[in-house]
């Protein structure tokens, strides 16, 4: 069997490199992808009775009119959405004894069972069977390992909770460890001299912690690769992360729902199209800012079709100097949970019409781009900020100078948020600073979120 698995993850490997040279048009791609789509919702038709019953009447071919489904649908169907026969509460106990254990071993008649952060209150639950899991680890290697598979890797994977699906990818020359992000700092730094990792993989609030031990001569060893996962590479992050190592830093896009995107050797982050197809919902059409609606054509353990994805992704401009016809990203915005919203001026209130996102017409969106560009460039001191809005009136901003917060970069924070704020017609919320003191660690940063509910 394991040598079965390491065949397959071989395989995959291989595929994903030939399949990034397969396509000369965006067209060519589209094409095979829709053959991949209805071949799997053939499938999942026929081995999962919970979308056999969401599609009841609707043929193969009508699948992007399909209902959508999002996080709160798939756990409350997971039963009869899964095809392995697993239950939701036998999948919890099993994921929530690991992770209390610290013993990531457990798996479910070979499936690799794992839980979501939980960001936004609500974690998800996600199964990979052992194809499956060759199949990711194939794919992931093509995909972001320097060089080829013989060649020599340390890699270390900075992660809230570990998992067979992590473990994976060790194989033969690569090295593997895990970093729990519920330990100390001093005692990740000392591991880090000790083991000497050349392939660095962790959220970028780890990364910047990592650097800052760089800088200040407690950790000497020199990646050769920088990847961030798991958080919104901030820009305020990625230049400082960027100077201290001098070098890239490369981006996974991943979570529950799927391995959606990675970073090609320009930096752009392109979407992972050979094995999802993603459908954009805009909801700043000028801005080319969009939901992703997803379908995994590459899982069957727990098929994922028309999901609703919470994250706000901006789509680029122009294409990538790279060539790849898959759809490249400017960034990844944050969760659309995390916009911001102010009330319109008087005068415009009567005028105003519902908002394109759907939010109460009352409020106007501020994306958490706008919030992370007006602080950033108050100042090119500023070395950590997050700005939390505890409700429509009420904006906390705290931020990180060497010397100690300043009247002076305060004020130009101050005028910079009320240019955008009334620029954009809206109200400016009343401003708060308090003292930065959020530590990396098992919990996301969310540099810019929304603390309540519309």
């Known amino acids: 069997m394991a040598e079965m698995s390491v065949l397959r ?9 030939q399949r990034s040279k397969r396509w000369n048009s965006r067209e060519a791609l589209e094409r095979w992808q829709e053959r991949q789509v209805q071949r799997h919702i053939q499938w999942v038709r026929a081995h999962s009775p919970f979308y056999r019953r969401l599609w009841n009447g609707m043929s193969d071919g009508e699948w992007r009119d399909f209902p959508l489904i999002d996080k709160r649908s798939m756990m409350e169907h997971f039963d009869l959405l899964n095809t392995i026969g697993i239950t939701r509460e036998q999948a919890l106990h099993t994921a929530q004894q690991a992770e209390q254990t610290r013993d990531f071993a457990p798996v479910w008649n070979g499936v690799t069972i794992g839980l979501s952060s939980g960001t936004s209150g609500n974690r998800g639950i996600f199964l990979v069977s052992p194809q499956e899991q060759d199949a990711w680890t194939g794919n992931v290697l093509a995909r972001l390992l320097p060089g080829s598979l013989r060649e020599r890797h340390r890699i270390a994977f900075f992660l809230r909770a570990n998992s067979n699906l992590y473990e994976s990818v060790q194989r033969g020359s690569l090295q593997f460890r895990y970093f729990d ?3 100390p700092m001093e005692r990740h730094i000392a591991d880090m001299q000790q083991y000497g990792a050349d392939i660095w993989v962790a959220p ?3 990364l910047r912690m990592l650097a800052e031990a ?11 690769k920088l990847i961030s996962v798991a958080e919104v590479l901030d820009p305020l992050d990625r230049q400082y992360i960027q100077q201290t190592f001098r070098q890239k830093v490369h981006q996974v896009y991943q979570c529950t729902e799927g391995f959606l995107g990675t970073s090609c050797e320009h930096g752009t982050i392109h979407l992972n199209e050979d094995v999802v197809h993603i459908e954009k919902e805009y909801i700043d059409d000028e801005q080319r800012r969009f939901m992703p609606i997803i379908t995994d054509f590459s899982r069957r353990a727990q098929p994922i079709v028309r999901y609703r994805l919470n994250d706000i992704l901006t789509e680029a401009a ?3 100097a790279c060539g790849s016809v898959y759809t ?7 969760r659309y949970d995390d916009i911001l919203y102010i009330r319109p001026l008087p005068q415009r209130h009567s005028d105003r019409q519902a908002d394109e996102t759907g939010a109460d017409e009352k409020y106007i969106p501020l994306f958490p781009d706008l919030v992370t ?11 950590h900020y997050r700005a939390v809005q505890h409700d429509v009136d009420r904006l906390e901003i705290s931020y990180v100078l060497p010397q100690g917060m300043d009247g002076k970069v305060e004020q130009t924070i101050r005028q910079r948020i009320e240019q955008l704020c009334t620029g954009l017609g809206g109200q400016v919320p ?3 600073f308090s003292e930065y003191d959020f530590v990396p660690g098992p919990v996301k940063l969310r540099r810019v979120e929304r603390g309540w509910h519309i």
Request: glycine share 4%.
């Open 214 to 224: 760089a800088q200040d001569g407690k950790l000497t060893v020199q990646p050769s």
């Open 204 to 206: 970028p609030s780890l």
């Open 318 to 320: 122009e294409a990538c």
């Open 9 to 17: 993850i071989v395989y995959h490997y291989w595929q994903t490199r």
């Open 430 to 432: 009343q401003l708060m």
């Open 373 to 383: 560009r007006a602080i950033i460039a108050a100042s090119p001191d500023i070395q």
């Open 328 to 334: 490249a990203i400017e960034r990844i915005e944050g």
């Open 181 to 183: 992000l519920t330990l």
